[in-house]
Structures are given as C-alpha cells and as structure tokens.
C-alpha cells in the first residue's frame, strides 16, 4: 500500500518537478529605456536638421554653379573681345607702319627739296632775281619755278605733319584698345575664379556636411537597435516572470499535494508499524517460555519502514546505483526507481524533451535510492533526512539543493554527492548525466540532505 501511495504521488507531482531553473534574462530599466529613447529622439531631431540644410546647401550649390557657368560665360565673351582688340591692334599697328612710312617719305621729300634749292644756287628776292637774270623770259620762267617750289614745300610739310599725326592717333587708339579689353578680361578672369572658388567652397561644405549626415544617420540606427533591443529584453523578462509565477504556482500546488501524500503515507507506515508492533507482542505473548519467539524465523515480522536507516554503505550504494546512469540524456520529467523514460515537452528549453528517453535531477535520485519511496520532487526530497550536513562533512550518497529564493519552496535542483567534492548530477534539457565539480553546478546553493536520517 505504501508503495502504491508512493507511485502514486510521482504521477500527480510529475509534471511540476523540479528542474534546472534558466539564468533570468536581462531586464533594463525604464531609465535606460527613457535615456535610449530620447537618445533616439535627439538623434532623429539632428538627421532631420542635417538633411535640411543638406538640402539648402544643395540649392545654394546649384545657384553657385549656375554663378559660375555665366563667369564662364562672361569671360569667354571677355576673351573673345580681347583677341579682337588684339586684332584692332594690328590693324592701327599697320596704320602706325604706314602711317611711318609717310612720315619719312615726306621727310625724304622736303629734305630732297632743300638740296635742290641749294644746288641751284637762286638768289632771294627780286632784286636778286633781276641781277642774275639773262633776260626777262627767264626771269619769268624763275618765278614760275619759285612759285611751284614754294607749293610743293608746303605740300611736303603738310603730308609730314598729317603723317605723324595719324601715327600719334594709330599709337594712342591700339594701345587704349588693348587696355580696355585687357582690364575687361582680367575682370571676368577674376570673376570666374571667385565663382569657381565658391562652387568648391560649398562643395567641401556639402561634403562635410554630408559625412555628418552619414555619421548620424548611423548613430540613429543604432540608437533605434539599442532601443529596441532594451524593449525586447523588457518584453522577455516580463513573459520570463509570468512563467515564473505560472511555475511556481505549479510547484507549490504540486509541493501541498506530496506533503499531503507523505503525511498519508507517514500516518499508513505509523499505522503498519502499531499494527506489526501488536502482532509481534501478541505472538510472544502466545509463544510462552518457548526460546524467545520471535527471534528465529517463526513470526510475522513486518518489513522496515521507507524511512530505513543512513549508513555509510547505503549512501555509497545510492551513488554506485546513481553511476550506472552517466551519459543518460536528461528529459524532463522523466525517469524514476525503474530507471529512464520519457519525458515532458514544456518550456523553458524542454520543447522536445517527449521524445527524450532519460531522467531528470529528481528522477536521477529516485533511482539511485530506489529502494525507498521517494518523490519525484526536488523539494520533498529535501525532506527525506533530518541531517543537513555543511558543505566540509558531505559524505557520498547525500543530496545536495539549489534553491531560487533560499526557502525550501523555491527548491529547483538537486544533484547526488560522490565525494571528492564532485556530484553527478542530470542538469538541464539538452544535456547529459554527468559528474561536476559540487562548486559549478548551478546558482543558489541552499544546503544538504542526509536520506533516511
């Protein structure tokens, strides 16, 4: 009957046993949530500010190089004024050439002119004329000469005073030509080169303006990654507490049914114990002075309670039994006194452990201590014992709990001590049976259990 209760109990605690408890995930905050928020906000208020003068800039650059495209304009216009000065140039060049050539033509002339007086050796005047002359006809044809004479010399000097003064005029027109178009071009030279040199200005401007942009953008983006990645861990860690709570409710339910079943199972033992206690007194009672009874093999002895006895030897059976099961995958839910079975598809990492044949830390004592009822609950089994050695005087066989919270209740882990300062242990879906240093095991160390003390 007994036994009945006790396979009974692990069915009904089964599916809320204990089980390695995951490391909560992050949980920001709402002060870093609200600061990587307004982070966001700042970062997208200045993209929005960049990308506007961005755009400003880029209108100022399309003026400047339309600015630059008309100095262009006006200085190829300037250039092809200075080339036809140039030319104009040339041309009162070859005025001032010809002009030159007059000049000394007519100086050729009137010098020409005074040899000729000179050599002819005339006499001024008319009473010299009279004198020298041989008779009147060629004192006529004298004057005639003189006459001519004295209309070519001015003749000579007019040609050489127009001459040199077209040559003057030639000069001074070339020259101011040239002047003013030179001026000109270099006006609209410097016009375009301040054109150019704005055009170059605010594309450096644009440029830099553009890697802030760039640089910002990317901040942004980054700043929404952080941003939500903090509301995702909120999230999670929020759906992490539920199914805490969810857990151990179910746990403590479970925990008020076992304790209910251990009180049933300790009032049936006690009343088995009374029972065999009357009926031993009774048999002695009947056997009179026969030898002492019940000593030999003649009575109705009932067998030991589960709660047994702790001896060194049992705990060392306990961990060879526990042994036989290294690298037995972990299921959850799963295992018992008989050995591995199939576990129980749940959270927390054990979605596939169903088609998992193994045990769990609970499943993996109760096998190991198969010879006594135990259930299938890392926090009843806390209770199996009256003895809570430390950790300087565990012995093999003890059993050894994490809890979550530092109660009983909040029992999540148990692994068996095999000395050295090593357990074995089934840690977690995913995993193994395996043996572990007792110190990296798990997180919440609460304390031991000597079994059946």
Excluded at 277 to 283: C, D, E, P, Q, S
Excluded at 392 to 418: E, K, N, Q
Aim: hydrophobic fraction near 45%; proline fraction near 4%.
């Amino acid at each position: 009957m007994v036994a009945a209760l006790a396979v009974l109990a692990s069915v009904l605690v089964a599916p809320q046993l204990a089980y390695a408890k995951p490391k909560p995930p992050p949980n920001p905050s709402n002060t870093q949530i609200s600061a990587a928020q307004q982070h966001k906000n700042n970062l997208a208020s200045e993209v929005g500010r960049l990308s506007a003068q961005t755009a400003e800039l880029q209108t100022r650059l399309e003026r400047l190089k339309a600015d630059q495209e008309l100095a262009e304009q006006k200085l190829a216009f300037a250039l092809s004024k200075l080339a036809d000065a140039k030319a104009s140039a040339q041309a009162a060049q070859a005025n001032v050439i010809k002009a030159q050539t007059d000049v000394v033509r007519a100086q050729r002339d009137f010098v020409g002119y005074l040899q000729a007086s000179y050599m002819g050796g005339e006499v001024q005047g008319t009473a010299g004329s009279l004198l020298t002359a041989h008779d009147p006809n060629v004192l006529l044809e004298q004057g005639a000469l003189n006459d001519y004479q004295s209309s070519h010399q001015l003749t000579a000097i007019a040609i050489l005073q127009r001459a040199r003064v077209a040559k003057s005029n030639a000069d001074a027109t070339a020259r101011r030509a040239v002047a003013v178009q030179k001026a000109a071009t270099d006006a609209a030279a410097a016009a375009q080169a301040q054109a150019v040199a704005a055009v170059n200005a605010a594309r450096r401007q644009q440029q830099q303006l553009e890697a802030t942009l760039s640089a910002n953008r990317a901040r942004l983006q980054q700043a929404q990654l952080e941003l939500a990645t903090l509301n995702n861990q909120r999230v999670t860690y929020l759906a992490y507490q539920r199914e805490q709570a969810r857990i151990a409710a179910a746990r403590a339910a479970a925990l008020a049914r076992a304790r209910a079943a251990a009180a049933a199972a300790a009032a049936a033992r006690a009343a088995a114990a009374a029972a065999a206690a009357a009926a031993a007194n009774n048999n002695g009672n009947n056997g009179g002075g026969g030898g002492g009874g019940g000593g030999g093999g003649g009575g109705t002895f009932v067998a030991p309670g589960p709660t047994g006895h702790w001896t060194p030897a049992a705990g060392q059976r306990a961990v060879n039994r526990a042994m036989q099961l290294l690298g037995v995958p972990y299921a959850w839910a799963g295992g018992g006194a008989s050995g591995p079975s199939r576990g129980v598809c749940a959270g927390d990492g054990a979605f596939n452990d169903c088609n998992v044949i193994g045990v769990d830390c609970s499943g993996l004592v109760m096998f190991a201590w198969a010879q006594f009822p135990f259930y299938h609950y890392a926090a009843t089994q806390y209770e199996q014992g009256s003895v809570h050695p430390d950790t300087s005087s565990l012995m093999p066989g003890d059993l050894v709990f994490w809890s979550s919270d530092g109660t009983v209740g909040g029992i999540h882990h148990v692994a068996i001590y095999i000395g050295g300062g090593n357990v074995i242990q089934a840690p977690q879906s995913g995993d193994i049976v395996r043996i572990t240093p007792l110190g990296e095991v798990n997180w919440g160390y609460f304390g031991a259990t000597r079994p059946l003390t």
